[in-house]
């Protein structure tokens, strides 16, 4: 069983790069609106979540999915299912 706090940590570091004006990132920080991501950014970053962890996020999930911890919340849920 992989913990939470584990793989926030990782996500946050898969974010880093894709955070070029660093904002501070944090468990409320959005994708949209705070890292003012486009959906091309954001399907990388889930490929990239997908290979680390080997798991696959279903696209009907991705819209409810606006931060960071909403993220590390649905990883974790996939990867200890």
Known sequence: MTDRTAIYTRIIALIEPLNPKGV???EDT???G???MD????????ASMEDEWD????LNML???????QVADAVTKLVNK
């Not at 959906?39 to 889930?46: G, K």
């Not at 819209?63 to 911890?69: A, N, Q, S, V, Y």
Request: hydrophobic share 55%; charged share 20%; no cysteine.
């Open 39 to 46: 959906s091309l950014t954001v399907m990388d970053l889930v």
């Open 55 to 58: 798991i696959v996020m279903p």
């Open 63 to 69: 819209p409810d999915l606006e931060t960071i911890g």
């Open 30 to 32: 959005t994708f949209a």
């Open 24 to 26: 501070a990132l944090g």
């Open 34 to 36: 705070d890292l003012e």
